[in-house]
T-cell receptor
Framework: KAGVTQTPRYLIKTRGQQVTLSCSPISGHRSVSWYQQTPGQGLQFLFEYFSETQRNKGNFPGRFSGRQFSNSRSEMNVSTLELGDSALYLC?????????????FGPGTRLTVL | GENVEQHPSTLSVQEGDSAVIKCTYSDSASNYFPWYKQELGKRPQLIIDIRSNVGEKKDQRIAVTLNKTAKHFSLHITETQPEDSAVYFCAATPSGSARQLTFGSGTQLTVLP
């Protein structure tokens, strides 16, 4: 099976712009979670989607949003970019909804905000 | 919410020695504890996990132990090899949020040849 894929892999934006990142989960996986990774804050949970519904949300401002499509692909959007949004954005997919289960990460999108 | 602390932040060992990384968590209802390995420039990869109804799990040179009473869990790597050099993250799942992982701050493991 193909792994989790993310596009684009690298992105450079300027402050105030908005950005959309895409994640395609492993075939058959229906849950997609998003994480932000920075040297200072480490890996932090953004949100999780299952069956096109947001199930959990981390402690991030409303500028961060996401959605999931019927084929389980997910996008996250960051509006009004700030310098502090520069980070590696990782998505992870899981097979099922009930109970804790393995999450498999994509390669990430490296976002640089200038 | 859940809080996970990880120690040490850096660890250097000689090839062939053992390495131990320790994590503590705050939410007694957490029930899933994965460990991820992240090599430079690569994605985090799950190397082993343990659920709260199990005290220990082993996979070749890697083992994880869980003490629910003390709310801590540890990763043990035996017979370390240079390819084990990476950043290791522990994580815990807060109660009611099965796929919301709270991560520790990471341990940079360096295996010296």
């Amino acid at each position: 099976k193909a792994g989790v894929t993310q596009t684009p892999r690298y992105l450079i934006k300027t402050r105030g712009q908005q950005v959309t990142l895409s994640c395609s989960p492993i075939s058959g996986h229906r849950s997609v979670s998003w994480y932000q990774q920075t040297p200072g804050q480490g890996l932090q949970f953004l949100f999780e989607y299952f069956s096109e519904t947001q199930r959990n949300k981390g402690n991030f401002p409303g500028r961060f949003s996401g959605r999931q499509f019927s084929n389980s692909r997910s996008e996250m959007n960051v509006s009004t970019l700030e310098l502090g949004d520069s980070a590696l954005y990782l998505c992870a997919s899981s097979l099922k909804a009930g109970g804790p289960n393995e999450q498999f990460f994509g390669p990430g999108t490296r976002l640089t905000v200038l | 919410g859940e809080n996970v602390e990880q120690h040490p932040s850096t660890l250097s060992v000689q090839e062939g020695d053992s390495a131990v990384i320790k994590c503590t968590y705050s939410d007694s209802a957490s029930n899933y504890f994965p460990w991820y390995k992240q090599e430079l420039g690569k994605r985090p990869q799950l190397i082993i996990d343990i659920r709260s109804n199990v005290g220990e799990k082993k996979d070749q040179r890697i083992a994880v132990t869980l003490n629910k009473t003390a709310k801590h869990f540890s990763l043990h790597i035996t017979e370390t090899q240079p390819e084990d050099s990476a950043v290791y993250f522990c994580a815990a799942t807060p109660s009611g949020s099965a796929r919301q992982l709270t991560f520790g701050s990471g341990t940079q493991l360096t295996v010296l040849p």
